[in-house]
């Protein structure tokens, strides 16, 4: 298997990566990580004329301060793994990302690279929806737009960002005081995409009603998805048994889950409400912790 011919461009500043993007468009394709790219090439389901490759960009790093994360497009998912703040500060992400492929394939994917592919299975998508994430995206001679979460995923492997556009910046917000996170997810075995997954944030008040839950999900249809009617099921809520069922209930209720080689659609639906249910347990008991 070999790609089709392309011309190759390593640019050593963002405002080239832009320029080159401007008048290549559709034509150009990112090489960040290359985990996704380069199956794709070899395989001819993409055959761009030019690839730009970004490792050689300065300013597209990791940041941390206080008022949360910020996740450049060539941050590596393994570098990510090893920072030993990371639980502190992000313990939902802390506990997903060790799920994600193997570790090698960590040492070189970037966090950037994975949600401008947005495989609707991807770890990444359910965190970025489950932490109100921003993404930041650039355009030749005009500022960073930054795109919510919710308006990032526009499909099956599409998203906001244009043909002229690239992906900078993630923008995670500090973690909310008194919250319980948990990430579940199957898959048929470790290392592969998920059949379902979901990131669950979920805080607690002091008389322990529910607020703030997020549940997004990922497998269970053609893009990553917040389960927004299981949210406000929940929201302001007696947290326990009775209502986590009903929440569960609600999610699967809100997908539309693909069938193919590897699962149903109707046992991609089943696994979202006892991986939702599960999660929600946990996440609980974890705000509880918290306190």
């Given amino acids: 298997m070999k790609p089709a011919p392309f011309e190759y461009v390593a640019p050593r500043d963002l405002g080239e990566v832009l320029a080159l993007l401007a008048e290549f468009g559709d034509d150009a394709k990112i090489l960040a990580g290359g985990q996704t790219l380069g199956p794709m090439l070899n395989l ?3 055959a761009p004329s030019v690839i730009i490759d970004i490792n050689r960009v300065e300013g597209l790093e990791y940041r941390r301060d206080e008022d949360g994360l910020a996740l450049g497009a060539l941050l590596r ?7 030993a703040g990371l639980a502190s500060r992000q313990p939902l992400v802390a506990e997903a990302v060790p799920l994600i492929a193997h570790r090698p394939i960590r040492n070189r994917g970037t966090v950037g690279g994975s949600l401008a ?28 737009r930054a795109v919510a979460a919710l308006d990032f995923f526009a499909g099956m492997l599409e998203t906001a960002i244009g043909p002229d556009e690239l992906l900078v910046e993630v923008r995670l917000p500090r973690w909310p005081e008194r919250s319980g ?16 997954g979901v990131a669950c944030r979920l805080g607690i008040d002091a008389a322990g009603r529910c607020a703030g ?12 998805l917040r389960a927004l009617r299981a949210e406000a099921a929940l929201e302001g809520e007696a947290a326990g048994s009775a209502l986590f069922d009903a929440a ?30 599960d999660a929600l347990d946990q996440a609980h008991a974890r705000a509880r912790a918290e306190e």
């Avoid at 998912?77 to 920072?83: C, M, V």
């Avoid at 650039?138 to 960073?144: F, L, W, Y």
């Avoid at 699967?252 to 249910?277: F, K, W």
Wanted: aromatic share 6%; no cysteine; glycine share 8%.
């Fill in 44 to 46: 001819r389901v993409i």
């Fill in 77 to 83: 998912q393994g570098a990510l793994e090893d920072d």
């Fill in 117 to 144: 592919h947005a495989d609707p299975a991807a770890e990444w998508g359910a965190l970025v929806l489950a932490l109100d994430a921003e993404l930041m995206v650039a355009r030749h001679g005009e500022p960073p």
């Fill in 181 to 196: 996170w948990s990430f579940r997810e199957l898959a048929r075995r470790p290392g592969d995409f998920a059949l379902a």
């Fill in 213 to 224: 839950a997020r549940l997004a999900l990922i497998g269970t249809g053609d893009r990553p």
């Fill in 248 to 277: 569960a209930g609600e999610a699967a209720d809100e997908v539309e889950p693909l069938s193919d080689l590897h699962a149903s659609a109707g046992y991609r639906r089943h696994l979202t409400r006892m991986l939702v249910r």
